[in-house]
């Protein structure tokens, strides 16, 4: 049987760090690269939900998310002027895992590197996978100049991975949803300790905890697609698609600085049928599947994908197509059930109007705590 003895993983991101953390820990030989020239990321935050801390447990670095992080264990909505429409406790978590727990993403990286490096994973910046040729083997060019053998390629290179195009053609393209997402941090005042949303007509803002100091607002909002903003008119942009908000949200707005790093990203979905492999190239993470952040389940899927992988690639005595093929079909249906559920959300929020939304909030006082509850339950079983 085909014993994987030397794997290389494209994207340094939380997916692939990951990864190479889980599979190094595992006994086998990892690289890898990452296009990027140094491990920069966003300046904002991220939420990790209780099913990602479960991940992170296993690649023994929950303590260190937590002594950095902010836990919290709710979520309140609310209306556009600050109101509050329905308080929903997270059912996440349990037997020492927190519900939820918010921390700056340059933080949540570091950690992952942390992890890979000391399980013996090698990083490379500035070099990608330029081809692969299957001969029994994965005989891998990299930009750099490098021909390596490996027994496994895995793509953990983003929503627009350039294996998937490689693998597929433009066949599973990133679908554009008409929405995007801009993120700011912001200094977070000492009562706001949980996760909280405000619906407007056609806009969603929220705000999430990331530290003693920190939490980061977020506005989901209609934007062109293909949109290029000019990063200098981020602010003043953010300013003036704030204006529905009063309340905390309000004041975030009037309080934004020309200097603040406000990152605007649009929100497209891919979802790759099973099985996720074409010869010795494995997808993973949001090249496979990528879904819009309505339940912060992003960066949980690809650290679930990490640490599924060894599980079904250790098992040496079974080909490694149906290893792969197992991995595959593990995964497809609890990724599709997030990109599904964080879609209808995105969805039936952007459809309230004038017209409709008493109506709206009256079904989300008597409907939400309910639906998170069942979304919960599902998150909660394993990977």
Known sequence: MDDVKKVLIAGAGVGGLGAGAALADGGIDVEIVEVKPEPNVYGVGINQPANSLRALKALGVLEEVCDVGYEFDRWKFHDAHGNLVVDVPSHLGGNGIPPNEGLTRRNLHDILIGAAERAG??????????????????????SDGREEEVDLVVAFDGINSAQRKRL??????????????????VPRPEHITYGALYQSTGAKAGHIPLSQELMYLLLVHPEPHHARFDRSQHVDMLRERLAPFDGIIGDIRENLRDSDDVVYSPLSEVMLPAPWFKGRVLLCGGAAHACTPHITQGAAMALEDAVVLPEELLKSDVPLAERLRSFSERRYPRA????????????????????????????????????????????????
């Open 336 to 383: 599709k059930f997030v990109q599904d559920v964080s879609r209808g959300i995105l969805n039936s929020e952007m459809q309230i109007n004038a017209e409709n939304i008493d109506h709206a909030f009256a079904h989300m006082k008597e409907e939400l705590p309910g639906q998170m509850a069942g979304v919960d339950a599902f998150l909660n079983q394993p990977a």
């Open 168 to 185: 597929f053609g433009d066949e599973y393209d990133p679908v554009y949803t008409g929405y995007g997402v801009w993120r700011v941090t």
């Open 121 to 142: 994973a090698r990083i490379t910046y500035s070099t990608t996978v330029e081809s692969v040729e299957d001969n029994g083997t994965a005989q891998v060019r990299l």
